[in-house]
């Protein structure tokens, strides 16, 4: 029991030790949230869409899109380590450890996730420096959402990087993967004005829920019950990290 201990918190402050070395990722992984929030958030400053209160900024609606962007991004490119740990040895070392894999995966998790929400904090703070309105309390639950999200997508990414062994071809597929799944919810525009046959892509993308409770929680605007919206996190946080786990149990060094 002690060794897992000890093998979680290795592995998470690897993970976060390399963060803070590499810190031409930290400016990577935020510089297109902070991109699109000024220049989207202040460029459609004077325009109105359908299914935003009047009461709203357009500057107010995007920036939890944006909050959930940032995580999202750093998040998924957590596996990347695993494909790094395999390239360098380093994955065979903790492989053959007298460790169980699963201390692996809660710590290789836990490290993604916290890097994950460092990001997402960033973003938050540069949203209120913009002038988006939001209280201690909404902040607070914005925090325990964007920490159910961190573990979705950590889960997701591990999952991938473990049935894969090329770092370039795991950046260009998560890449893929990401912006779709963005501009397919509802981070940039609202729900309503939107054609149906987008209507059935955006419900069936975990992405829109993420987006759609972090905004209720910030800024109370939202478009689906925030009840389905936990539902559908939680759902797909608990699906990705057993999955995640039970493919890095199964990869080899």
């Known amino acids: ?25 930290l400016v990577g992984n935020i510089f297109q949230p902070l991109l699109f929030l000024a220049a989207f958030g202040f460029g459609f400053r004077g325009a109105r869409f359908v299914g935003i209160p009047t009461t709203v900024s357009y500057l107010e609606f995007l920036a939890p899109g944006m909050i959930v962007m940032s995580v999202v991004f750093s998040s998924m490119f957590a596996g990347i380590s695993v494909l790094w740990d ?21 710590g290789k998790t836990l490290g993604g996730s916290t890097i994950a929400l460092i990001q997402g904090f960033i973003i938050l703070a540069a949203s209120v420096a913009l002038g988006v309105r ?3 309390l909404s902040a607070a639950a914005c925090v325990l959402l964007t920490i159910l999200v961190a573990f979705s997508w950590v889960g997701f990414g591990l999952a991938a990087a473990s049935r894969m062994e ?27 004005g939107i054609p149906e046959a987008f209507k059935l892509v955006i419900y069936a993308n975990p992405v829109t829920y993420e987006v759609d409770a972090v905004r209720q929680v910030l800024i109370g605007v939202g478009y689906i019950s925030l009840w389905i919206d936990l539902l559908v996190i939680l759902g797909v946080t608990c699906f990705t990290i057993f999955t995640g786990a039970y493919l890095f149990s199964k990869c080899e060094a």
């Open 86 to 106: 395999r390239q360098f040895g380093f994955l065979k070392e903790v492989l053959v450890a007298p460790v169980r894999r699963i201390s692996i995966v809660v």
């Open 1 to 25: 029991m002690r060794s897992d201990v000890q093998a979680i918190y290795v592995m998470w402050l690897r993970q976060v030790k390399r963060f803070i070395r590499a810190k031409s990722r």
């Open 134 to 136: 939001i209280s201690a």
């Open 166 to 192: 090329d770092v370039h071809g795991f950046s260009l597929i998560m890449n893929l993967l990401i912006m779709p799944a963005m501009f397919l919810s509802t981070a940039f525009f609202p729900l309503e």
